[in-house]
């Protein structure tokens, strides 16, 4: 079992440009869900999805989509990137959205 | 608007040293309450609390809840280096989602 995996692992962009975050898990996991972590701050919930073809917002959704075509699949899309966006970012899953949630590595993203 | 609040925010200990970190939370349909580690990457899973007064242990580590007042506590007994982390606590409700408060970042010194 690799459990969450996240690609990639660090990332920097220019102001404006768009990119997606890769995430899988291959533990048949229903809930899945990003958040970013920025010092001091703790995780904060960008989207989160309940199964495949349900999506639905955070705390803080705005320049972020999300779409889960497969129950393994949940990949996060910055439309135009922001030096706000400067975060490293986890992605999550679980069994249900009430369950303990298994962590990804982490994706450390720059934005100039 | 949903608030967890972590003290202290940061604690420096010694080895063999007991700590105990709080989490209190403002929370609309709680469901449950969780404690995390997380070291240099991601964080891991501690414990789950979803009832007042029980409490759950692992090893050195205990963690109880009191959903009267709404807070949790972690206990650490006999700190060790390899104990020194971020503790996140997140709270859960009948939406589906966690929120997390800022963490206690923990340093143990041999």
């Known amino acids: 079992n690799a459990g969450v995996t996240q690609t990639p692992k660090f990332q920097v962009l220019k102001t404006g440009q768009s990119m997606t975050l890769q995430c899988a898990q291959d533990?048949?996991?229903?809930?899945m869900s990003w958040y970013r972590q920025d010092p001091g701050m703790g995780l904060r919930l960008i989207h989160y999805?309940?199964?495949?073809?349900?999506?639905d917002q955070g705390e803080v959704p705005n320049g972020y989509n999300v779409s889960r075509s497969t129950t393994e699949d949940f990949p996060l899309r910055l439309l135009s990137a922001a030096p706000s966006q400067t975060s490293v970012y986890f992605c999550?899953?679980?069994?249900?959205?009430?369950?303990?949630?298994?962590f990804g590595p982490g994706t450390r993203l720059t934005v100039l | 608007e949903d608030k967890v609040v972590q003290s202290p925010l940061s604690l420096v200990v010694h080895e063999g040293d007991t700590v105990t970190l709080n989490c209190s939370y403002e929370?609309?349909?709680?469901?449950?309450l969780l404690w995390y580690k997380q070291e240099k990457k991601a964080p891991t899973f501690l414990f789950m609390l979803?009832?007042?007064?029980i409490e759950k242990k692992s090893g050195r580590l205990s963690s109880i809840l009191d959903k009267k007042e709404l807070f949790s506590i972690l206990n650490i007994t006999a700190t060790q280096t390899g104990d020194s982390a971020i503790y996140l606590c997140?709270?859960?409700?009948?939406?589906?989602?966690?929120?997390f408060g800022p963490g206690t970042r923990l340093s143990v010194l041999p």
């Open positions: 999550a899953s679980s069994i249900s959205g009430h369950n303990e949630q298994f």
């Open positions: 533990m048949n996991h229903e809930y």
């Open positions: 999805s309940v199964g495949a073809g349900i999506t």
């Open positions: 929370v609309t349909n709680f469901r449950s």
């Open positions: 979803t009832s007042s007064g």
């Open positions: 997140a709270v859960g409700n009948y939406g589906q989602n966690f929120v």
